[in-house]
Structures are given as structure tokens and as C-alpha cells.
């Protein structure tokens, strides 16, 4: 298994522009996650899904957008890019095991720097 | 969600036991507690999770006060591997969302 895998590892953007973060997972997960962490700063939740076709926001939703068409893929876009989104972006899956455990597989992340 | 208190950094010896403290002490009886840790720049990884009752695993153990107002992360012969940021979360039972808080930075010193 890969487990979960994001592309790309790194990206700047100029102010105004978009992209889309890809985010990938093996492991047959229906729960994932989008979070962003700022410098020394703990992780803070963007976005996440309980299946497909199902999306709510998280803490700081604000200037994303996400969708969840499969299983396996999650992608978070940012369409009007900020230097505010400067950060470490990391996607995470997990399943909802019995007794209500909840182990989250994170990816690598993705350092985005937006000027 | 009940929100977490840990110290911002602790040093420890290598070889030595390293105790990691978090204070929850607004946690419900719905809450669990479970502890990660981020090693350098990458994701964060699972380590321990615990609802009433000590637990123990092949990283860690865990021991929560029996009010569950805290609860401490053990790593009974820490590395230099072992050095990392650990985070102490409170989750809602069936819920999916984590609260991450600044975690504390464990330094363990040759």
C-alpha cells in the first residue's frame, strides 16, 4: 500500500492564482481530511468527508473549496490564492473502526508559498 | 470540543523514560484522548489512544487520572528518534473531526 500520497510537495503561486492539491489514499478509507499548518502552529482543519459524495468544513474553510467524487481522491482548490494560504498543507484518511477508534494516516504534505 | 493544555517544550536524556503531560479538564465522558507526534516536517503519526483506562502499546503508554482531567504520555526509553513535537487531541466518540492544539516540542539529548 502507498497509503496516502499528495501531489505536489512543493508549488508557489502568485497572488490571485488557483490550484488544485491532490490527495490520494489505498486503504479503502471512507473518512479524509484537509489541514493546513502554519509555521509552529498546531494542524488546523480545512475540510473532510465521511464518503463520497459527502463534504463539510472544518475550522477555516474560508478560500477553499473541495470535492469527493471516489473513494480514493480528495483534492482541496484553492481558487484565488492569498499570501494568508502560505502554509504546509496535509491531507489525512482513516476508517471508523469498532468502539468508535479513529486513526488518522496522514500524507507527506504539500509547502505551498503564495507571493 | 474540550481543548488541551501541554507544555511548549521538554528536554530528556536518551535512554531515560520521557512523561508527557496534558491537561483536558473540561473533557466529557464522550471524549477520548489520543496522542500524535510530527517528527520534523512530516504528517503526524498516531501513537496511543485511551478513553478511561491506562493503555499500553509498543510506542507508549498512557495514563489517565481517574477524573480524566489529564492524562500522561510515556515513552519508557526514549531515542534520539524520539525527538519530535507530540500533540495531546480530545475527540468526540464517533465524531471525525480532531482538534489539534500547539503540542510540546520533546528534545532528547545524547
Known amino acids: 500500500n502507498a497509503g496516502v500520497t499528495q501531489t505536489p510537495k512543493f508549488r508557489i503561486l502568485k497572488i490571485g492564482q488557483s490550484m488544485t492539491l491532490q490527495c490520494a489514499q489505498d486503504?479503502?478509507?471512507?473518512?479524509m481530511y484537509w489541514y493546513r499548518q502554519d509555521p509552529g502552529m498546531g494542524l488546523k482543519l480545512i475540510y473532510y468527508s465521511v464518503g463520497a459524495g459527502i463534504t463539510d468544513k472544518g475550522e477555516v474553510p474560508n478560500g477553499y473549496n473541495v470535492s469527493r467524487s471516489t473513494t480514493e481522491d480528495f483534492p482541496l482548490r484553492l481558487e484565488l490564492a492569498a499570501p494568508s494560504q502560505t502554509s504546509v498543507y496535509f491531507c489525512?484518511?482513516?476508517?471508523?473502526?469498532?468502539?468508535?477508534?479513529?486513526?488518522?494516516?496522514f500524507g507527506p504534505g504539500t509547502r505551498l508559498t503564495v507571493l | 470540543d474540550a481543548k488541551t493544555t501541554q507544555p511548549t517544550s521538554m528536554d530528556c536524556a536518551e535512554g531515560r523514560a520521557a512523561n508527557l503531560p496534558c491537561n483536558h479538564s473540561t473533557i466529557s465522558g464522550n471524549e477520548y484522548v489520543y496522542w500524535y507526534r510530527q517528527i520534523h516536517s512530516q504528517g503526524p503519526q498516531y501513537i496511543i489512544h485511551g478513553l478511561k483506562n491506562n493503555e499500553t502499546n509498543e510506542m507508549a503508554s498512557l495514563i489517565i487520572t481517574e477524573d480524566r482531567k489529564s492524562s500522561t504520555l510515556i515513552l519508557p526509553h526514549a531515542t534520539l528518534r524520539d525527538t519530535a513535537v507530540y500533540y495531546c487531541?480530545?475527540?468526540?466518540?464517533?465524531?471525525?473531526?480532531?482538534?489539534f492544539g500547539t503540542g510540546t516540542r520533546l528534545k532528547v539529548l545524547a
Open positions: 486503504m479503502n478509507h471512507n473518512y
Open positions: 487531541i480530545v475527540r468526540v466518540i464517533r465524531t471525525y473531526k480532531y482538534i
Open positions: 489525512a484518511s482513516s476508517p471508523m473502526e469498532a468502539g468508535g477508534h479513529n486513526e488518522q494516516f
